[in-house]
């Protein structure tokens, strides 16, 4: 009985949070100027370290307990984790990438918790094989915190952006019929 109170008031305090979110702008209805400048300024260190494959520099711009799903699918609990799977992508198929950052959005649901949407692009990536791999675009979904006077991303699902006919297509395909257009779909 306990545990449903608790549950019971925890999703009624979360209520007025959701709804600043539904109303808030992506100038953050209720975050400073000033703390959306260093989200912002996130999403730039990333795309430098990202351009230097600099490992550990992206992962410290990510708390300790981030969670992280790559493109690929693949959930990475920790820093740690998600340091090492990094390591494996930058020492392959993205050792001569470069990240453009193309658009940040930051709403504000609470003044220390941001849900962040960054488009990106990447180019000179390679496949397994060794061959060049398409230009690609996609976006980040992130939730920042602010701990300790510091913004960092403590959850990322990226999101690869295909073109409409592509997704289209894998909408009428059979069930369980690998095509084309699945394929485009692989990291």
Request: proline letters at 6%.
């Amino acid at each position: 009985m306990k545990g449903r109170f608790l549950l019971i008031a925890l999703l009624l305090a979360l209520i007025p949070a959701a709804s600043r979110a539904q109303t808030g702008s992506s100038t953050g209805a209720r975050g400073s100027a000033a703390d959306t400048k260093a989200i912002a300024a996130i999403e730039t260190q990333w795309e430098t370290a990202w351009n230097h494959h600099d490992i550990a520099a992206m992962v410290r711009l990510f708390g300790p307990d981030a969670d992280v799903v790559n493109l690929a699918g693949q959930w990475f609990k920790g820093r740690a984790a998600f340091a090492k799977s990094l390591e494996g992508l930058h020492s392959a198929k993205t050792k001569e990438s470069v990240w453009h950052t193309e658009q940040i959005q930051t709403s504000f649901l609470t003044p220390e918790i941001a849900i962040v949407h960054v488009y990106f692009s990447s180019s000179g990536e390679r496949n397994p094989d060794g061959s060049p791999m398409a230009p690609r675009r996609g976006i980040f979904t992130r939730v920042e915190a602010k701990r300790d006077g510091r913004w960092v991303i403590v959850a990322s699902q990226a999101t690869k952006i295909v073109p409409p006919e592509t997704a289209d297509e894998i909408e009428r395909a059979p069930a369980g019929e690998p095509d084309r257009a699945v394929a485009q779909l692989r990291p």
